[in-house]
């Protein structure tokens, strides 16, 4: 009997060892559930970036190498699993990374975000990141985090 069926699996990558350790986890579920694996990165967006309108701009208006950044994040992890055999969509979202993956999360449906316990962050006094740490807290669906 099937308890639990993540259709959708989703992995937040920040181009971190730790992501890409939380990208191939993914991957291997999503192959063993035959899920669909988004690998999704969030950028920060600059200090005032949502201006006076209070609405976040579209991905275009990014600039060009902050886009190139989110990028190779995402080629890198893509470089770093094995995708044979899986549906795999990679995205970008802006925003604050923790609710711009719970929003992700809510609008594909997701079963499971994967995350790593840290991230590429440079606080070593943290046991948790505080992305991790929000999700663990927040998080629309299962959360699994990867040491
Ligand atoms: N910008 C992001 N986009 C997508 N996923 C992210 C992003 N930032 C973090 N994550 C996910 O969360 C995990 C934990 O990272 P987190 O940012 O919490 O730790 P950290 O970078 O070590 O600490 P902090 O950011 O608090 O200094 C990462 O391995 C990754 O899976
Ligand atoms: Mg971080």
Same mark, same amino acid.
């Given at each position: ?6 259709? +959708? ?8 060892? +730790? ?10 579920l999503?192959?063993? +559930? ?5 690998i ?22 990014l ?6 950044? +989110? ?38 449906g ?10 590429a ?27």
């Amino acid at each position: 009997m099937t308890v639990w069926d993540p259709v +959708q699996i989703v992995v937040g990558v920040d181009g971190s060892e +730790q992501s890409i350790r939380a990208a191939r986890v993914a991957a291997g579920l999503a192959n063993t +559930q035959g899920s669909r694996l988004h690998i999704v990165t969030v950028v920060r967006p600059p200090e005032g970036w949502w201006g006076v309108v209070g609405s976040p701009p579209p991905a275009e208006a990014l600039s060009a190498s902050m886009e190139r950044a +989110q990028r190779s994040v995402l080629d890198k992890t893509m470089a770093a699993i094995d995708a044979e055999g899986i549906d795999v969509v990679a995205t970008e979202e802006i925003g604050d990374p923790a609710s711009a993956l719970s929003a992700y999360c809510e609008q594909v449906g997701a079963g499971l975000l994967i995350v790593g316990r840290r991230g590429a962050g440079v606080v070593e006094r943290l046991v948790l990141g505080s992305v991790a740490d929000r999700l663990a807290h927040h998080a629309p669906c299962a959360l699994m985090v990867v040491p």
